[in-house]
């Protein structure tokens, strides 16, 4: 089956940095999806990307829909000790409708 | 996007026992999502379900474990049946949103088998 993997798998940083954080298959979407999670939540979509090569931002975050349909970053910046929690990517766009999901990265931000 | 609302929000089941976990969404919908997130895991999808059909089970899932209920385009349940400590998971309900290429979520049911 279709597998992401998504890394880093934790970070640790102090505020006001900027974040990356990325995700590759060895399989061609036609969606990628980027979500966070906080503690006690269900996952919040923060952005979404259908094109290959599009880049898109919501606020201080930017992710960007890789080329080869196969890889997807998302960037934070400025971070904030809000940006805590975790984020997941996910591709999909299949006939199926079915979302696939990475295993996440953990972020903590140091005030 | 939908609003989801799951109910419960966690629960403490014994072993043996079963659960059954609401869905409700505030439009209609046509295909509602059961997911699986172990502690410290990712999401594993374990079934879709349409309305008027039987839901359709990933692989590893079966429906005697988890049986499924879709009576509406607004509604769904899961059942976590005979359970087990294993079970003791995160479960999401998921709906569908623009051009059925994204998914919103519920807040999710905590649930911890002793």
């Known amino acids: 089956g279709q597998q992401l993997n998504q890394s880093p798998q934790s970070m640790f940083i102090q505020e006001g940095e900027d974040v990356s954080m990325n995700c590759t298959s060895s399989s061609i979407f036609n969606t990628w999806l980027w979500y966070k999670q906080d503690p006690g939540e269900g996952p919040v979509l923060l952005i979404a990307l259908y094109k290959a090569g599009e880049l898109t931002s919501n606020g201080r975050l930017t992710a960007q829909f890789g080329i080869t349909r196969k890889d997807s970053f998302l960037n934070i910046s400025a971070s904030i000790p809000s940006d805590v929690g975790i984020y997941f990517c996910a591709g999909g766009g299949g006939s199926n409708y079915k979302l696939t999901f990475g295993k996440g990265t953990l972020l903590t931000v140091n005030p | 996007s939908a609003v989801i609302s799951q109910k419960p929000s966690r629960d403490i089941c014994q072993r043996g026992t079963s659960l059954t976990i609401q869905c409700q969404v505030d439009?209609?919908?046509?295909?509602m999502f059961w997911y699986r997130q172990q502690p410290g895991q990712s999401l594993t999808l374990i079934a879709t379900a349409n309305q008027g059909s039987e839901a359709t089970y990933e692989s590893g899932f079966v429906i005697d474990k988890f049986p499924i209920s879709r009576p509406n385009l607004t509604f769904s349940t899961l059942t976590v049946s005979n359970m087990s400590p294993e079970d003791s998971s995160i479960y999401l309900c998921?709906?569908?949103?623009?051009?059925?290429?994204?998914?919103?979520f519920g807040q999710g049911t905590r649930l911890t088998v002793v």
């Open positions: 439009s209609q919908v046509t295909m």
């Open positions: 998921s709906v569908e949103g623009q051009g059925w290429t994204e998914a919103f």
